[in-house]
């Protein structure tokens, strides 16, 4: 009995009919991305993990430097190969959200606001907390 081939490396390259629309999609959330790295409360890695995903299928190049670059190459590696994120960006996310979460019940209009904010942030905590953390390199 001979094995079976191996399943392709990346995803099938999809239809130049919407190459262009995964080519945008991964431009636009890696700018999002880095913008959310100066202004609180946008975030920086899911907009980076989708910046990956769509550039995988629209743009070679994009999802290859993604991969090579020094910041955002590990934590995107560590997620598609084992869903993980690192126990210092859980950290760091829980410590933003906190802040953020500070912000909105000093400012908000009406306290019902904050605390629905604040209550989406704690889910996403949660979620991200129960994600596996890399093995270590």
């Not at 100066?38 to 743009?59: C, H, K, Q």
């Not at 430097?65 to 859980?90: C, N, T």
Request: with cysteine.
């Amino acid at each position: 009995m001979t094995p079976s081939p191996l399943p392709p490396a990346g995803p099938e390259p999809p239809s130049s009919r919407w190459r262009w629309a995964w080519w945008l999609l991964a431009y636009a959330s890696l700018a999002l991305g880095v913008i959310g790295i100066v202004v609180p409360g946008l975030p920086t890695v899911p907009f980076v993990l989708l910046s990956a995903f769509a550039a995988a299928r629209g743009s070679q190049r994009l999802h290859r430097w993604l991969l090579e670059h020094r910041r955002f190459g590990p934590m995107i590696r560590d997620w598609q190969a084992y869903g993980a994120v690192s126990r210092r960006a859980k950290r760091l996310a829980t410590a933003t959200m906190a802040a953020c979460a500070a912000v909105m019940f000093l400012t908000a209009p009406r306290p019902w606001m904050a605390a629905l904010g604040t209550a989406i942030m704690a889910l996403v905590a949660l979620w991200l907390w129960a994600r596996p953390e890399p093995p270590p390199r």
